[in-house]
């Protein structure tokens, strides 16, 4: 049924008189998410349920607070979780490349690091100090003096047997050596070995073999007591330190007593201090190997009894909330620094830094998850860290590498962090219906809704909202009409007249600018004047294309019409979107009609320019006509449409109306009314379908309109369906007021054809024809002429051919 739009359906007005209140300093900010009641309780359930496997992906589009909204809530519910343990990283005795983990309650990493520094640099002034006192010299003394009167017995008796026996014992630079003597004393040289007789060479040489295994026996025993005076000395030192390393030790073992892991590494730092006490001796500097490199003051041979503070929860009150906003590998699984020392990157488990998942571990985790999607080896490692339930610190590049080289592998550490994706809808179900495992450690969704009921309670709310934004960010005070305003451009965004949009960025920014516009006018307090004012600048600053558009069709270079009446043309409606904008403009749909069995020819469809929405809804509108005028005859039909001065593409089916209309006009040779536009789609039975952008689309056509001035026969023809949607601009309701712009709406494509073309569409009668003097009449008429002429040609072909058969 056609029927005229009223002046108070083109907008949901929002009436000043429903706020108690003058401006928004009388009313409380805002301590809730509005119109969220399904994600807050997939949150609420989410963030409860300790069951592995139930993280959380909350999805929703851009600027609806679901980022604001999850660090509000985690930090609400942080506030009373047990804060988690330190952890610390500390040398691994047994193996160095695997520096071993520990973990301490909150608070205390720093104390452990801080009494290890002070026990090491106690123990490197008392050792020095020990092994300079008189007790300790004069019990190495001792041992000294015992080995070297041991040593001296020895060879003397040695000495004396190879006396008796005419042998020498002599030193030489190769050790000592045996040789023969003379009876006056005098070695025996070589010559007067060789002049002796056979028996003395023997006699000789079997003494000489006897004392050498004796002497040889002697410098074995002069080893071993050397070993033993070494061993003797060590276990000296040991002894004497271990007063004062044992005491320190003692001390912290005391302190961490309920700790197992830290007793046990205490009790390896002490049995290496006392392995390596020459570390702890004076040292004297070495001269370098090169003087212009003059070597780094390191102590190295203390570095092993640092403790590297990892994650360190003293200052956290609760469970850590971690929001990581550049989440690389190395942001959220922590990295292994180095540092370079003469051209060579060196490092240690002291350069073991931690990231945001370690920092989380005991609480949650938020990541965006476009921004984790975009660095590689992320996600991977984010779901093994999930199901191995254990964070590592890896070289993730390594695998990479031409050559392997030696890197450190630190102990892992127990994973207990609820992970937060945030992200829009598509990526959502990208995951959920390609990866498998995503579906297994992803189980909560917690989707954020666009748009929210236009009820009192939430229009209450939305004046709260304006009140916290304020208060948050230094604005003036907002009163009552202003904050009308602004519901009724929620409205607006949501494209509903009883819908509030949740997209709560733009509300923001529209209040951050209609406060700029009342500072700039010193007002104190923002009225709705400055509401329309900043929407008119936000629209002057968008709207460029818009306008050299509508220049454009000024000129005459895009052609549209909004006077006169043309057979198989009239003025469709688009919504062009250039992102930050979106604007409606009529589009000129023309149709060309003949005899024929093509068809319908989408002009679009054989240059490849149309999508697959617009060429289904072709296809429903060739089932259309054949259902309405083809009951008794077939169509013999071949018509053409197109989109006129369309370079881009065409998709969507909201032009289904305009092109049914334009089609039978020029099958009907009835010219339409180019003070008209036309949007709509429809269902075969001709049913008009509602459509998106209908605001922009009407308010496109009015500016078309308005180039050569607005009369009482301009106006939008839409779908009936639509009017809940209407929130159009002030400027096309008072033209409508005025009576100088026109909408109808329909709810059959019948509806529309009086108004477009001045003449009844007509009811089909019982015998199946339409009444004289309608649209539908002369449709009927054409496309049975249509059909008779497309038969006589196909005869008169068919008996031509018959007679040259005969003739031949």
């Given at each position: 049924m056609l029927r005229k739009v009223a002046n108070k359906e083109l907008y949901h007005c929002c009436e000043?008189?429903?706020?108690?209140?003058?401006?928004?300093?009388?009313?409380?900010?805002?301590?809730?998410?509005?119109?969220q009641s399904r994600a807050l309780s997939a949150l609420d359930f989410g963030l409860g349920?300790?069951?592995?496997?139930?993280?959380?992906?909350?999805?929703?589009?851009?600027?609806?607070?679901?980022?604001?909204?999850?660090?509000?809530?985690?930090?609400?519910?942080?506030?009373?979780?047990?804060?988690?343990?330190?952890?610390?990283?500390?040398?691994?005795?047994?193996?160095?490349?695997?520096?071993?983990a520990l973990s301490l309650p909150p608070g205390t990493g720093a104390s452990f690091q801080k009494d290890m520094n002070?026990?090491?640099?106690?123990?490197?002034?008392?050792?020095?100090?020990?092994?300079?006192?008189?007790?300790?010299?004069?019990?190495?003394?001792?041992?000294?003096?015992?080995?070297?009167?041991?040593?001296?017995?020895?060879?003397?008796?040695?000495?004396?047997?190879?006396?008796?026996?005419?042998?020498?014992?002599?030193?030489?630079?190769?050790?000592?050596?045996?040789?023969?003597?003379?009876?006056?004393?005098?070695?025996?040289?070589e010559e007067e070995y060789e002049k002796l007789d056979a028996p003395a060479k023997k006699k000789i040489e079997k003494i000489g073999k006897e004392l050498q295994e004796k002497l040889d026996d002697a410098i074995r025993h002069v080893r071993e007591e050397d070993k033993n005076v070494k061993n003797r000395l060590s276990e000296l030192e040991r002894q004497v330190a271990l007063s004062s390393v044992g005491h320190g030790i003692d001390e912290l073992k005391n302190k961490y007593k309920d700790n197992s892991a830290v007793l046990n590494y205490l009790e390896e730092v002490k049995e290496d201090i006392l392995e390596n006490l020459e570390d702890f001796k004076p040292q004297e500097e070495q001269?370098?190997?090169?003087?212009?490199?003059?070597?780094?003051?390191?102590?190295?041979?203390?570095?092993?009894?640092?403790?590297?503070?990892?994650?360190?929860?003293?200052?956290?009150?609760?469970?850590?909330?971690?929001?990581?906003?550049?989440?690389?590998?190395?942001?959220?699984?922590?990295?292994?620094?180095?540092?370079?020392?003469?051209?060579?990157?060196?490092?240690?488990?002291?350069m073991i830094k931690a990231g945001s998942l370690?920092?989380?571990?005991?609480?949650?985790?938020?990541?965006?998850?476009?921004?984790?999607?975009?660095?590689?080896?992320?996600?991977?490692?984010l779901k093994r860290s999930i199901k191995d339930r254990e964070i590592k610190i890896e070289d993730v590049w390594e695998q990479y590498r031409l050559i392997s080289t030696i890197t450190l592998k630190p102990e892992a550490i127990p994973f207990d962090v609820k992970i937060v994706l945030v992200g829009n809808p598509r990526l959502y179900y990208m995951l959920y219906n390609l990866d498998e495992e995503y579906r297994e450690l992803f189980k909560v969704k917690a989707d954020f809704e666009n748009r929210m009921d236009r009820s009192k309670e939430n229009i209450s709310k939305y004046a709260s909202f304006v009140k916290t934004k304020c208060d948050k960010i230094g604005l003036r005070p907002f009163d009552r009409?202003?904050?009308?305003?602004?519901?009724?451009?929620?409205?607006?965004?949501?494209?509903?007249?009883?819908?509030l949009s949740a997209k709560f960025i733009e509300i923001a920014d529209l209040l951050r600018e209609a406060d700029h516009w009342a500072k700039r006018d010193k007002g104190k307090i923002v009225t709705a004047e400055y509401i329309e004012k900043a929407l008119k600048e936000k629209e002057y600053r968008s709207n460029k294309v818009e306008k050299k558009i509508l220049e454009?069709?000024?000129?005459?270079?895009?052609?549209?019409?909004?006077?006169?009446?043309?057979?198989?043309?009239?003025?469709?409606?688009?919504?062009?979107?250039?992102?930050?904008?979106?604007?409606?403009?009529?589009?000129?749909?023309?149709?060309?009609?003949?005899?024929?069995?093509?068809?319908?020819?989408?002009?679009?469809?054989?240059?490849?320019?149309?999508?697959?929405?617009?060429?289904?809804?072709?296809?429903?509108?060739?089932?259309?006509?054949?259902?309405?005028?083809?009951?008794?005859?077939?169509?013999?039909?071949?018509a053409s449409l197109t989109f006129e001065q369309l370079y881009g593409g065409v998709e969507g089916d909201s032009a289904t109306c305009a092109e049914v209309y334009t089609l039978l006009?020029?099958?009907?040779?009835?010219?339409?009314?180019?003070?008209?536009?036309?949007?709509?789609?429809?269902?075969?039975?001709?049913?008009?379908?509602?459509?998106?952008?209908?605001?922009?689309?009407?308010?496109?056509?009015?500016?078309?309109?308005?180039?050569?001035?607005?009369?009482?026969?301009?106006?939008?023809?839409?779908?009936?369906?639509?009017?809940?949607?209407?929130?159009?601009?002030?400027?096309?309701?008072?033209?409508?007021?005025?009576?100088?712009?026109?909408?109808?709406?329909?709810?059959?494509?019948?509806?529309?054809?009086?108004?477009?073309?001045?003449?009844?569409?007509?009811e089909i009668q019982p015998d199946g024809t339409y009444p004289e003097g309608t649209f539908n009449f002369l449709v009927a008429k054409k496309l049975e002429e249509f059909y008779k002429a497309f038969k006589d040609k196909k005869d008169e072909n068919g008996e031509k051919n018959n007679k040259k058969k005969n003739e031949d």
């Open positions: 000043p008189s429903e706020f108690s209140f003058k401006t928004t300093d009388e009313i409380e900010p805002l301590k809730e998410t509005i119109g349920i300790e069951s592995h496997g139930f993280n959380i992906y909350i999805l929703g589009e851009s600027g609806t607070g679901k980022m604001t909204t999850i660090k509000a809530i985690l930090q609400e519910k942080a506030k009373d979780e047990p804060t988690p343990d330190d952890w610390c990283y500390v040398y691994n005795f047994k193996n160095p490349d695997e520096p071993k002070e026990m090491i640099g106690v123990l490197r002034k008392e050792i020095p100090k020990i092994f300079e006192s008189k007790e300790y010299e004069k019990q190495r003394a001792k041992i000294f003096e015992e080995f070297q009167h041991k040593q001296k017995d020895l060879f003397a008796e040695l000495e004396k047997e190879t006396k008796e026996k005419d042998f020498m014992l002599k030193k030489t630079a190769t050790g000592l050596t045996l040789g023969p003597v003379k009876t006056t004393g005098e070695p025996l040289s001269p370098a190997a090169f003087p212009f490199l003059k070597p780094s003051k390191t102590d190295s041979g203390f570095s092993k009894y640092v403790v590297n503070i990892f994650v360190n929860n003293r200052e956290l009150k609760g469970a850590p909330v971690v929001v990581e906003s550049n989440p690389n590998y190395f942001n959220v699984f922590g990295r292994i620094e180095h540092k370079v020392q003469y051209g060579v990157a060196v490092t240690d488990f002291s370690q920092r989380a571990n005991g609480g949650y985790l938020v990541i965006d998850a476009f921004e984790m999607l975009k660095n590689i080896f992320v996600y991977d490692a009409d202003a904050v009308a305003k602004v519901v009724e451009y929620g409205s607006r965004l949501a494209e509903h007249q009883n819908k454009a069709v000024k000129e005459g270079t895009i052609l549209v019409d909004t006077h006169g009446a043309v057979v198989g043309q009239i003025n469709g409606l688009s919504v062009l979107d250039l992102g930050d904008r979106s604007f409606g403009m009529p589009s000129r749909i023309t149709a060309r009609t003949y005899a024929g069995k093509a068809g319908i020819v989408n002009i679009e469809r054989e240059t490849k320019m149309s999508g697959k929405i617009h060429e289904k809804a072709i296809l429903i509108l060739t089932a259309y006509l054949g259902g309405k005028y083809a009951s008794k005859t077939p169509l013999s039909l071949t006009s020029s099958i009907a040779g009835v010219p339409l009314k180019q003070s008209f536009a036309v949007t709509g789609s429809m269902n075969q039975h001709g049913d008009v379908q509602p459509i998106g952008g209908v605001n922009e689309k009407i308010e496109g056509f009015f500016e078309v309109c308005k180039l050569n001035g607005l009369n009482n026969n301009h106006g939008v023809i839409i779908p009936s369906k639509n009017l809940i949607h209407l929130m159009l601009k002030s400027e096309v309701i008072e033209a409508v007021a005025a009576k100088k712009f026109n909408i109808y709406s329909i709810e059959k494509i019948e509806d529309g054809i009086e108004p477009l073309t001045g003449m009844p569409a007509g």
